[in-house]
């Protein structure tokens, strides 16, 4: 673990979810658990961004631990701010672009999974799958689930693209060359691959501004913790980033500090250190 000079906590601590936070079961350690609470005491906004949708922390994190944490959700598309933290933003896409993107994509890859999330709990969907495994993988029941047809006229915010044999990448090539500045299409390779598809407006940085300006919190004085792809805008940007161990080599290299794996509690290792420059800060 490389944590040298650090020498005080930063202001706001920004982590992703899925292979840095929780660990390779998707499930949140005790001892990352006890970190982010530690944090939360201290009046540390803590803010969780992730591609995922806000429908899953209920199954990964305690109540009133989600309670205490402010949101980024689905890449930026979502954001909630919880106190000491506050406002909701929301980056919508149009009906017609999200159209022109799906037919681009299935044209690409028939058997392409397609799922447009609107609200970060209903979502539309070109696949079906029982109650166990819907639950289980998306953390939904059928109800939450909608013909792609209705989710088009429901103010989609994010378009996720996938499926066994798909190449994300070459499809990613594709569609920011056919749409250019109107979309951000940003690839997640670790676990299932899955192409990320948002309004531009919509980033993990852009939606940590949006939460920390109107607290005078700078993204220099924010600690940041990534593995994959999509963390790598909000890690070059914030002041301080830590990679965990498992993370992709892109990711690596645009950090400063690097510590143990997701599976090691690598997060808490590095809050815990920064916990201790609190307790020994002279009065």
Known sequence: MKLSNLNHFPSAIAIDLDGTLLDSQARLS??????????????IPVIIATSRPVRTFNRVFPKDLAAGCSLAVMNGAIVTGNPPLSGYFKETMPKEIVQSIIDLASEFAPDIRVTIELDGYEFGANWTADPITLWERNSATPDMVLPIGEALLR?????????????????????????????????????????????????????????????????????????????????????????????????????????????????????????????????
Do not use: W
């Open 30 to 43: 005790p001892r990352n658990q006890c970190a982010l609470e530690q944090c939360l005491t201290q009046d």
């Open 155 to 283: 103010q989609p915010c994010k378009i996720a693209l996938g499926g066994p044999g798909t190449d994300i990448l070459k499809l990613a090539e594709k569609l920011i060359n056919t749409f250019s500045n109107v979309i951000s299409a940003i690839p997640g390779l670790l676990g299932n691959p899955i192409l990320n598809i948002t309004n531009p407006h919509a980033s993990k940085p852009y939606a940590l501004r949006k939460l920390l300006t109107p607290r005078g919190i700078s993204l220099d004085d924010v600690i940041a913790f990534g593995d994959d792809i999509p963390d790598v805008g909000m890690l070059k940007e914030c002041g301080i980033s830590v990679a965990v161990a498992n993370a992709l080599p892109e990711v690596k290299s645009v950090c400063t500090y690097y510590t143990t794996s997701n599976d090691e509690d690598g997060v808490a290792l590095v809050l815990e250190e920064m916990l201790r420059t609190i307790e020994i800060q002279p009065e």
